[in-house]
């Protein structure tokens, strides 16, 4: 199976302070620079949290299902998303009993995929899916900045005061989900992609607050000056130039055998 793509994704500034998956997502589906060609009727984006990689679906799909198992998330994602098309529900990855069998065109996981067990939800993809069918797994590892000095002082952040409060899982992260296999015979795997954007210190510090580990050392460290610091410590280094940031972007495409 091909894989195609226009090599590099730019998503342009925004004054947001958080990283989305969302452009990717639309590049996947959409237009002359779509990853691959799909039969548009249903999808089904799984793990799909607040809905951003869920939403982009919408305007491709005649239907489309977010699944999360998280309660709140899904309620988030009712509450941000109201597209007729669209709907979502709180399930297992690994339990997609309110699917049918054969009846999805595409199940999407976006940086969800070391949260799931795959065997038992590989077998799910494989009862809901239409022959010829596919399974996109895709998501982002870790953000690089443009100055290296300014890259020191996240990697210190990120491995070194954040050390131990990662979860395992963040190995998937880290080496861009080189360990997970999908099911179908001739899947492929596409690093072409990249996210980048031009973030002011406060932006990208932002950003860092929302990382996990950080919000398990707050709990621990109430009082840190951390985040603080590194965006002083941005502000020297890049005086009033913006933080070029970027993400690798991994992505695994399988297809369900077509029928004969
Ligand atoms: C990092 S978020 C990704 C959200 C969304 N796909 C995005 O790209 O913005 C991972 C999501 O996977 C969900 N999740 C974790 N384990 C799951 C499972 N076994 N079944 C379904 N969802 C799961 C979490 O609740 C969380 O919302």
């Known amino acids: 199976m091909k894989l195609t793509s226009n090599k590099r994704i730019t998503v342009s500034l925004r004054t947001r302070d958080i990283i989305s998956i969302t452009p990717v997502c639309h590049h996947i589906v959409a237009g002359d620079g779509a990853v691959c060609r799909f039969r548009l009727d249903s999808a089904v984006d799984v793990g799909c949290g607040t809905g951003l990689s869920t939403r982009p679906l919408c305007e491709h799909f005649r239907h489309v299902i977010g699944v999360d198992v998280s309660e709140t998330q899904i309620k988030m994602a009712r509450e941000a998303h109201a597209q007729t098309n669209l709907s979502f529900e709180v399930s297992e990855a690994e339990r997609l009993t309110f699917i049918h069998d054969d009846s999805t065109d595409l199940v999407t996981v976006a940086q969800a995929i070391h949260w799931i067990d795959q065997e038992p939800f590989y077998k799910e993809v494989e009862r809901i899916l239409k022959p010829g069918g596919s399974l996109i797994v895709y998501g982002y ?24 409060y990662w979860d395992s899982r963040r190995r998937h992260i880290d080496n861009l989900c080189q360990e997970v296999r999908l099911l179908f015979p001739g899947w492929t795997r596409n690093s072409d992609f990249v996210i980048q954007y031009r973030w002011t210190a406060a932006e990208v510090v932002g950003y860092l607050s929302t990382w996990s580990a950080w919000q398990s050392y707050l709990k621990q460290n109430p009082e840190s000056h951390l985040l603080r610091d590194i965006e002083q410590h941005l502000r020297d280094i890049y005086l009033d130039q913006r933080v070029g940031i970027t993400w690798p972007v991994f992505l695994l495409l399988g297809r369900k055998a077509p029928t004969s």
Do not use: A, T
């Open 141 to 164: 590892g870790n953000c690089v900045l443009d100055n290296d000095k300014g890259n020191q002082v996240i990697q210190r952040f990120y491995r070194h005061d954040l050390h131990g």
